[in-house]
């Protein structure tokens, strides 16, 4: 029976172009190498996605999910993917990004030491025509401590590696967070629940992403940026509203900074909308916690 070490969690949601570009750039050779799965989750999709998914795992020298998520939000449909997965490493990317060679290898083992148990890496554009906006450039490994405030920014959902441990201690990830929500920071608020659960993380930048995302600098960027900024008010509200004073020194920082006073504004109104949205009974809004579907996961895995 096929043991598998490595699961890839990709969620797209029309975007077939870019789906199709990502999934025949990957090095299926290195894949089958690490005993690695494909989890590939449509999420909502009205164009081709699916057969593009399908038509793939039909091909794939490795095993290939397929999983429909029918309610649009990025964390919801990780969660998804999550479910489905089966390795002890967890690899999240995204339909628009290719990775750099031997990464599914180094993926494979950077738990090894035990220092940490989730990680990053170098974002780096695929065209060099693109905006580097959301990039990271740092050639340096830099390991986060647990019980931090961690700041947005460090960790992203395109090239994010994470320890099975991490999810059956801590659940899953908010599904009132992501793209597809009003709130873009699901990646960086499960980095946080992980880390104020003792986990500490790190950036690996042998670990290298390569994004193609096409944005040009100009209103574009412009406006994803003030999605982000409005995300991260988001982000530090839920933190500061459950007591984590940290959060509030990181905020301020930001807020005083001189030149800054229109994206403070920005994260206020963010972290206005989240606590108003927070207030709701819906289950969306049951903040981060642990369903019972992750937990019922974890006892069939140590069965």
């Known amino acids: 029976m096929h043991r598998t070490e490595v699961s890839l969690i990709i969620c797209s949601k029309d975007r077939e172009r870019q789906l199709e570009r990502c999934l025949m750039a990957l090095p299926a050779n290195e894949l089958v190498a690490c005993q690695g799965e494909l989890v590939l989750v449509n999420n909502a999709s009205s164009d081709q996605t699916q057969q593009v998914m399908q038509e793939y795992q039909q091909q794939a020298s490795f095993p290939v999910k397929v999983i429909e998520e029918p309610q649009p939000g990025l964390g919801r449909a990780r969660n998804t993917g999550l479910r489905h997965a089966e390795g002890d490493v967890i690899i999240l990317s995204d339909d628009d990004c290719y990775f750099a060679p031997d990464y599914f290898t180094k993926a494979g083992n950077v738990f090894d030491s035990e220092e940490f148990y989730f990680c990053g890496g170098r974002i780096l554009p695929h065209d060099l025509g693109d905006a580097t906006y959301g990039c990271n450039f740092h050639n340096t490994f830099r390991l986060h401590l647990a019980h931090r405030a961690l700041d947005t920014g460090v960790f992203q959902g395109c090239n994010l590696v994470i320890h099975r441990k991490v999810f059956d201690r801590i659940g899953e990830f908010d599904e009132s967070l992501g793209a597809g929500t009003p709130f873009r920071s699901e990646d960086v608020d499960f980095c946080a629940k992980a880390i104020?659960?003792?986990?500490?993380?790190?950036?690996?930048?042998?670990?290298?992403?390569?994004?193609?995302?096409?944005?040009?600098?100009?209103?574009?960027?412009?406006?994803?940026?003030?999605?982000?900024?409005?995300?991260?008010?988001?982000?530090?509200?839920?933190?500061?509203?459950?007591?984590?004073?940290?959060?509030?020194?990181?905020?301020?920082?930001?807020?005083?900074?001189?030149?800054?006073?229109?994206?403070?504004?920005?994260?206020?109104?963010?972290?206005?909308?989240?606590?108003?949205?927070?207030?709701?009974?819906?289950?969306?809004?049951?903040?981060?916690?642990?369903?019972?579907?992750?937990?019922?996961?974890?006892?069939?895995?140590?069965?």
């Open 196 to 303: 104020f659960a003792g986990f500490a993380g790190a950036h690996v930048p042998e670990l290298v992403v390569f994004h193609h995302h096409e944005r040009r600098d100009g209103l574009e960027i412009e406006r994803l940026d003030e999605a982000n900024v409005y995300a991260r008010g988001a982000y530090y509200a839920k933190w500061i509203l459950r007591g984590h004073v940290d959060y509030l020194r990181v905020w301020l920082r930001h807020a005083l900074s001189l030149g800054k006073w229109r994206r403070t504004l920005t994260e206020i109104r963010g972290a206005w909308d989240y606590w108003r949205a927070s207030k709701q009974p819906s289950p969306e809004h049951r903040l981060g916690m642990p369903n019972q579907q992750s937990a019922d996961k974890k006892h069939r895995r140590a069965a």
